[in-house]
């Protein structure tokens, strides 16, 4: 009878054990993209120099690659503690300073079943959920940040602002209420640096509301304070998506966001507001054997970083076909024209940390086609 128990009290041991497991995810994806980048402007600290660039490049790039660790665990009935390590890779390189991560979202948490889910840690900023308009893939997958050449003139950011990952934040995902097709989001991001009494603390907070019926429309809204853009400013973001083939035979969903960024920086140069319009349009293709799409996503950004007559058009047409779920190719084409009128301030770098300022008035022109393929895991 004891050797029984025994070996009961060892089996719900191993299978409670079994159920705290880690997941181990992740993503590879690489592509092979030919570039072709110019600048025509003029400098605005040496207004004699001229700067006429036309580089192009064949380049191997890692878009968004990761590793992750993520879980959860009960310690009561209704609540689990959740946690997640993710971190940014670059498969073709070392990266800045030859570190080859960079964290991404980590958190620890908890979700409850009445009071939903809280995240304590590096988040990224609630803006971001309502992202569900953008279809462009590999190296123009820009929206925020952009990688335009291997030339140091310019090379970031000539869409409009994203939200970034935002340190020492806390998440909250409030629960739904009577099955409500909504998810709402708050967040708060505390400035730690000790200040005196006279100084403004930076604290941050945002909110993002997401409707989804289930029905093929969804719509968004997302509000960020403080927190995206790293001098202070404000992102107000709506957007709405419809899968025509919910309600007609034509397999399209069709999508578009608005968005407007205010910069609370130096006004003598981020003194506009910008303004930002993404529509996209995604097809599936039904005569191949495996799930198959084309895409086109057009972006206007009018007062690029809040910098009056910075203004930019991009183009992207793509395609993705799956060989399986978790294996995917890509290919795509397009061109980002900019009309740089003012002191053009790049806002961030593809992993949310840096910012550069490039001080010429002028035009950027950059066409790029390329793909890869993209492996998840």
């Known amino acids: 009878m004891k050797k029984l128990l025994l070996a009961t009290a060892v089996a719900a041991l191993f299978v409670s054990t079994a159920q705290a497991a880690p997941t181990f995810y992740g993503k590879a994806f690489l592509t092979a993209d030919y570039v072709n980048a110019e600048l025509d402007s003029q400098s605005m600290?040496?207004?004699?120099?001229?700067?006429?660039?036309?580089?192009?490049?064949?380049?191997?790039?890692?878009?968004?690659?990761?590793?992750?660790?993520?879980?959860?665990?009960?310690?009561?009935?209704?609540?689990?503690?959740?946690?997640?390590?993710?971190?940014?890779?670059?498969?073709?390189?070392?990266?800045?300073?030859?570190?080859?991560?960079?964290?991404?979202?980590?958190?620890?948490g908890f979700?409850?079943?009445?009071?939903?889910?809280?995240?304590?840690?590096?988040?990224?900023?609630?803006?971001?959920?309502?992202?569900?308009?953008?279809?462009?893939?590999?190296?123009?997958?820009?929206?925020?940040?952009?990688?335009?050449?291997?030339?140091?003139?310019?090379?970031?950011?000539?869409?409009?602002?994203?939200?970034?990952?935002?340190?020492?934040?806390?998440?909250w995902i409030v629960p739904k209420y009577k099955d409500l097709p909504l998810e709402l989001a708050l967040q708060y991001g505390?400035?730690?640096a000790f200040v005196s009494d006279d100084d403004v603390r930076g604290n941050g907070f945002g909110a993002s509301l997401m409707f989804n019926?289930?029905?093929?429309?969804?719509?968004?809204?997302?509000?960020?304070?403080?927190?995206?853009?790293?001098?202070?400013?404000?992102?107000l973001r709506g957007s709405a998506t419809v899968d025509l083939g919910e309600y007609i035979a034509y397999p399209v969903t069709l999508g578009a966001l608005y968005q407007q960024a205010d910069y609370d920086g130096d006004k003598v140069y981020n003194s506009a507001i910008e303004k930002g319009l993404v529509v996209s349009a995604e097809m599936s293709l039904t005569n191949f054997a495996r799930p198959a799409s084309v895409y086109l996503q057009y972006d206007k950004t009018k007062n690029l970083g809040g910098l009056d007559n910075n203004d930019s058009d991009q183009t992207v047409l793509g395609g993705k076909y799956k060989?399986?779920?978790?294996?995917?190719?890509?290919?795509?084409?397009?061109?980002?024209?900019?009309?740089?009128?003012?002191?053009?301030?790049?806002?961030r770098d593809e992993d949310g940390d840096a910012n550069k300022l490039v001080r010429a008035r002028g035009d950027a022109d950059v066409?790029?086609?390329?793909?890869?393929?993209?492996?998840?895991f």
């Open 367 to 376: 066409f790029a086609i390329g793909g890869g393929l993209e492996y998840l």
């Open 45 to 108: 600290d040496f207004p004699n120099d001229n700067i006429n660039e036309d580089n192009n490049s064949v380049q191997i790039n890692s878009n968004t690659s990761k590793l992750g660790i993520k879980g959860s665990e009960a310690i009561t009935a209704n609540t689990d503690v959740i946690y997640q390590l993710e971190y940014g890779i670059e498969i073709d390189d070392s990266g800045d300073d030859n570190i080859g991560f960079k964290s991404r979202d980590t958190y620890l």
């Open 323 to 347: 060989f399986k779920d978790n294996m995917i190719a890509h290919a795509y084409i397009g061109q980002n024209s900019a009309d740089l009128e003012n002191d053009f301030y790049v806002v």
């Open 111 to 171: 979700t409850n079943k009445d009071y939903g889910q809280f995240r304590f840690g590096r988040n990224y900023s609630v803006t971001d959920y309502i992202n569900n308009v953008t279809v462009n893939e590999g190296y123009w997958d820009n929206i925020g940040a952009s990688s335009l050449g291997n030339n140091d003139t310019f090379t970031n950011a000539l869409t409009l602002t994203d939200g970034g990952r935002v340190n020492s934040s806390i998440v």
């Open 213 to 235: 019926p289930g029905t093929g429309f969804t719509a968004g809204i997302a509000y960020d304070k403080d927190m995206s853009i790293s001098l202070g400013g404000d992102i």
């Open 190 to 192: 505390a400035d730690e």
